[in-house]
């Protein structure tokens, strides 16, 4: 069969999945196939056929499904009666039953193992009762063999390459670090992808990296990444939130004190950078700081060593930095808000997290991480998306990225929970619960530019007629605050002044000597 030749092609590994799941359909017909791995107490899927699309963000608590805990535990295939009352973890997940419970079904699924270990679990679902037959256990028992060969054989490709790049232990503790975090970096988009990778080749140094992106795009999961890849990654990551604290009390948060340094300082205090000692110290927020802290931070990146608030004594550290900022410190530097100096020890290695609107589909991969985060905490049997609440949520600009998904799937679903006159099994989200305004073609006019497009009077005269005059206006206004000081009004317009001196010619204004 081609799942056999697959064995021994290179086939990228969400690829290999889908054919896999592809072939187990072929032999025994279904409405959804399933692929999920297990990781720690978590089941992950990693393909799905049949399933809405943000199954795939999903994580299911092994003891919260007790289908998918019977199946764990099983030696072999297990089929459940059609009209078995056990919760099922796809209810409402299966295409084209939107909402609907799976009250009467056929399930059945089977244990993948790798050597003597569970790996993960395959699981077929038909909408009608009677639809799998005894023998399809046996083809399902048969099938389990080639299905954990074919695991095996994707989990020994990916040691391989690690193990090519010489970085295979660190690669080990990045993967069992992300894909284990109560919140991961989620997505399958080229542009996470590409983040992802430089997260890995970057994260196994000692390099200083500047984590640039919007608020709420996850610089934050960012830092825990590249920590995790690190050699430190059983050291402490520290954080300090940059923008959170008074000017006072940077330094001291930074540095530490000692006792009687300042008003309230009635002990020492190790700072941020030595509780980080040994480990990773991430900067959020890192272009709030003062330009006064700035010289010392960068004192401390030059030679390793510190002095706490009050003391003249040395404080040797070895901390790997990571800063992070929505801030585009080069624009900073050239406005002299932020060291130059500084800016070019923090920046070693750029990365740049994208925002959501680039991701494309990843925001439906994120939604069914959050929906399943929110199904736990409202106490459902499932909570899903509807098909218009998809197009809504792909058709969003989410200026507040990730962040904003979040606490809107969390709003959206406790109002449409408190709607209900009776409390539902499945939950289902539609695009009014969302309340989402689709994405704009053109950028909105910043407010500070504010007035309605429809209170501006349509000009009477050409474009460049009225810039001109308006130009002139400005100048002649300047000119007589300055008293015909033609150097000061250029200092005020902030143009050069014989710049300005050629624009007044050109504009019919006179350069008289007086006042000049």
Known sequence: MPLVDDLARDLAEGERYRRLLKAVRTLVPCDAAALLRLDGDWLVPLAVDGLSSDTLGRRFKVDEHPRLQLLLEAEGPRRFPAGSRLPDPYDGLVEGMEGEQLEVHDCLGCVLRVGERPWGLLTLDALEAERFAPHDL????AFASLAAATVSVADRMEQLASRASQEYQRAEIYRAAVETAPRRLLGQSAVLRKL???????????????????????????????????????????????????????????????????????????????????GTLLLDEVGELPLLVQAKLLRVLQSGQLQRVGSDREHRVDVRLIAATNRDLAEEVRKG????????????????????????????????????????????????????????LLAYDWPGNVRELEHLISRSALKAMAKQAKRPSILTLSAADLGLEPRQEMPPVPAQETRRADSF???????????????????????????????????????DRA??????????????????
């Not at 046996?138 to 028992?141: A, E, K, P």
């Not at 500047?210 to 996850?218: A, I, K, N, R, S």
């Not at 006179?510 to 000049?516: D, L, P, V, Y």
């Open 196 to 278: 992802l990778d430089e997260v890995r080749t970057v994260g196994a140094s000692d390099l200083t990296v500047l984590v640039t992106g919007e608020t709420g795009v996850g610089k934050e999961l960012v830092a825990q990444a590249l920590h995790a890849a690190s050699p430190r990654a059983d050291k402490p990551l520290v954080t300090i939130n940059c923008a959170a604290l008074p000017d006072s009390l940077v330094e001291s948060e930074l540095f530490g004190h000692v006792k009687g340094a300042f008003s309230g300082a009635v002990n020492d205090r190790r700072g941020k950078f030595e509780l980080a000692d040994g």
């Open 337 to 392: 808000r932020f060291r130059a100096d500084l800016y070019h020890r923090l920046s070693v290695y750029p990365l740049r997290v994208p925002p959501l609107r680039e991701r494309g589909r990843d925001v439906l991969l994120l939604s069914g991480a959050f929906l399943e985060e929110n199904r736990s905490r409202l106490g459902l049997r499932n909570l899903r998306l509807s098909a218009d609440a998809q197009a809504a």
């Open 499 to 516: 710049n300005l001196a050629r624009l007044a010619a050109r504009l019919g204004l006179r350069q008289t000597t007086s006042g000049s």
């Open 138 to 141: 046996d083809i399902l028992q």
């Open 457 to 495: 009077p349509v000009p009477p005269r050409p474009l460049r007629e009225a810039v001109d005059d308006y130009q002139r206006s400005l100048i002649a206004a300047a000119l007589v605050r300055h008293n015909n000081n033609w150097a000061a009004a250029a200092r005020e317009l902030g143009v």
